[in-house]
T-cell receptor
Framework: DADVTQTPRNRITKTGKRIMLECSQT?????MYWYRQDPGLGLRLIYY???????NKGEISDGYSVSRQAQAKFSLSLESAIPNQTALYFC???????????????FGPGTRLTVL | AQSVTQPDIHITVSEGASLELRCNYS??????LFWYVQSPGQGLQLLLK??????LVQGIKGFEAEFKRSQSSFNLRKPSVHWSDAAEYFC??????????????FGTGTRLTIIP
C-alpha cells in the first residue's frame, strides 16, 4: 500500500461548488503539505502543517483552506471553486530530521482537479 | 527570496546516451538543493539532495549532481540513460519564505524524452 494516498484521484466540478481533497499517510510523519502544479509553473506551496495544532499559509493560500484532522490526515478545501483553480494537487509529508529546509518530502500520487 | 531556473523545458536523448539537466538557483546564503523526479501519473520522488560537504552528490537510479557555488548551479547528470528515465525532473532550493519559514521552491521542471 502507498505511504501517502490522495482521494479523489480525479475530480471535475463546477464553478462555485465546494470541494474537498483528502490526504492520508501511513509514514508517521508530523509534517504535511499541499502543493498545486500548473504546466510551466512547477509546484507551488498552498499550506503546510508541522503538527495537528500548527497550520501555516504557503505562497498561494488565497481561495483555499485546510484541516488537519489527525497526524495522518490533512484535507484541502476549495470553498467556492473557480476555473483558475484547475490544476494537479499534491500532498506531501516529511519527518522531523533537521529543519523544514532539510526534510525529504514524500509525495502522494496527485489529484487532478478540473473546475468548469 | 530564493528562486530556481531550469532553462530546458524539454530534452530528448537517445537510450544509452549521457544526460545533463541544468539547474540554476538564487539564494543569499548556502542553499539546500534537491532534485526530484516525477514519472507519468505519479507523485514526486527524491533523487538526491545537497546540504554541505562534497559538492558531487550521488543519488538513486544512477543519478548524480554537482554543486557549483561560483556558477550558482546544481546540474543533474547520468552517464547512460534508460527508457525508464523518461519523466519530468524538478530542481528545488530550500530557503526562507515571505512568511519567515523555510520552504522548498521548485523550478518549472524539465521533461525528458528517451528515444530508442
Amino acid at each position: 500500500d502507498a505511504d501517502v494516498t490522495q482521494t479523489p484521484r480525479n475530480r471535475i466540478t463546477k464553478t462555485g461548488k465546494r470541494i474537498m481533497l483528502e490526504c492520508s499517510q501511513t509514514k508517521g510523519h508530523d509534517r504535511m503539505y499541499w502543493y498545486r502544479q500548473d504546466p510551466g509553473l512547477g509546484l507551488r506551496l498552498i499550506y503546510y502543517s508541522f503538527d495537528v495544532k500548527d497550520i501555516n499559509k504557503g505562497e498561494i493560500s488565497d481561495g483555499y483552506s485546510v484541516s488537519r484532522q489527525a497526524q495522518a490526515k490533512f484535507s484541502l478545501s476549495l470553498e467556492s471553486a473557480i476555473p483558475n483553480q484547475t490544476a494537479l494537487y499534491f500532498c506531501a509529508t516529511s519527518d522531523r530530521v533537521g529543519g523544514l529546509a532539510t526534510d525529504t518530502q514524500y509525495f502522494g500520487p496527485g489529484t487532478r482537479l478540473t473546475v468548469l | 527570496a530564493q528562486s530556481v531556473t531550469q532553462p530546458d523545458i524539454h530534452i530528448t536523448v537517445s537510450e544509452g546516451a549521457s544526460l545533463e539537466l541544468r539547474c540554476n538557483y538564487s539564494y543569499g546564503a548556502t542553499p539546500y538543493l534537491f532534485w526530484y523526479v516525477q514519472s507519468p501519473g505519479q507523485g514526486l520522488q527524491l533523487l538526491l539532495k545537497y546540504f554541505s560537504g562534497d559538492t558531487l552528490v550521488q543519488g538513486i537510479k544512477g543519478f548524480e549532481a554537482e554543486f557549483k557555488r561560483s556558477q550558482s548551479s546544481f546540474n543533474l547528470r547520468k552517464p547512460s540513460v534508460h527508457w525508464s528515465d523518461a519523466a519530468e525532473y524538478f530542481c528545488a532550493v530550500a530557503g526562507i519564505s515571505n512568511f519567515g519559514n523555510e520552504k522548498l521552491t521548485f523550478g518549472t521542471g524539465t521533461r525528458l524524452t528517451i528515444i530508442p
